[in-house]
């Protein structure tokens, strides 16, 4: 078979499941990943040939796509902060809006130009993004990370290996801990925030392929992890140390004012590009 007529079979196939412009973009990931091709030559030589192997393959590809697996989990990777990430079922695939948290911290600590060591802890780090985001643009920076899944972890020291950064990962539950075991500048947290009763708004890609426990929290105590992260924060920043979180957007004014109410004293609320209130920033 050759390229066009495989291009025909991808769009046809998936062309029930998801709009053109998503099929498009799915085409020049699998394209790139599968036949070594940027999309221009892809469409500039579309005779030619595609082995069986590689054939086979692609079908795989299709076949899974076509139940809503997410094409970053497919591919086995994705970019995020312009670094590259291996991601699998076991940890989140890391999204934009926490690329404008990650800038925040970055913004943040350039415009405070100290000169001392920043000491940075990232609570639940799933692929690592965060922590590994901060790393690889603050070479002078300590940083550790936690989360309560060993899988993740794992994941989590490959991509810290694969962008050649140092980042001391731990397991551990953050719920169970009293204590942690360092002073740190700054704490960074993108919990599980969202409500069972949220489920039903999440695409299907979400649903049935990232992991639950990276996600979901119940409707009767949805600020669960803010309240354990907060208390925790202000016993383990230094003074003026300051804590940035991923929020719910319906949640801000709670999760704010839970924050106050553990002793922060100063709390800034932060929209993403779309004008949607998604982070955090508390001041011990
Ligand atoms: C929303 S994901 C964020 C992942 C990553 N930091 C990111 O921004 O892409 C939340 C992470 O918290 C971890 N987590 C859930 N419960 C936890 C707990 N009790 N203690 C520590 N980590 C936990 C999950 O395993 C998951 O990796």
């Not at 016993?235 to 004012?257: C, H, P, R, S």
Request: glycine content about 4%; aromatic content about 10%.
């Amino acid at each position: 078979m050759n390229i066009i007529s495989f291009k025909t079979y991808f769009y046809k196939e998936l062309s029930e499941v998801y709009p053109e412009t998503e099929i498009s973009a799915f085409w020049t990931l699998i394209v790139e990943k599968y036949l070594g091709l940027d999309r221009l030559n892809a469409a500039l030589y579309p005779e030619k040939e595609i082995t069986n192997t590689v054939h086979i393959a692609l079908k795989k590809v299709v076949a899974r796509l076509q139940q809503n697996e997410p094409i970053q989990y497919i591919l086995g990777e994705t970019i995020f902060f312009g670094l590259p990430f291996y991601v699998n079922p076991t940890v989140l695939i890391p999204r934009p809006e926490t690329e404008e948290l990650v800038n925040w911290i970055l913004t943040d600590i350039e415009l405070a130009k100290e000169r001392k060591t920043t000491h940075i802890l990232d609570i639940g780090t799933g692929s690592g993004a965060i922590a590994i985001g901060l790393a690889a643009n603050l070479p002078s920076a300590l940083i550790d990370a936690i989360d309560i899944s060993a899988a993740a972890i794992q994941t989590a020291i490959k991509n810290a290996n694969l962008n050649k950064v140092q980042v001391s990962f731990m397991e551990q539950d953050i719920l169970s801990c009293d204590k942690l075991t360092k002073q740190y500048d700054v704490i960074v947290s993108n919990p599980p925030y969202v409500r069972n009763s949220e489920k039903k708004q999440m695409q299907a890609n979400v649903l049935n392929h990232e992991p639950q426990t990276a996600l979901y929290v119940t409707d009767k105590n949805p600020l669960l992890f803010y309240k354990k992260i907060g208390e925790l924060a202000y016993k383990n920043l230094l003074d003026n140390g300051l804590l940035y979180v991923e929020i719910n957007e319906f949640l801000a004014t709670e999760t704010a004012e839970l924050f106050e109410e553990i002793g922060f004293k100063t709390t800034e609320v932060k929209k993403d590009i779309f004008g949607r209130n998604r982070m955090i920033k508390t001041q011990k």
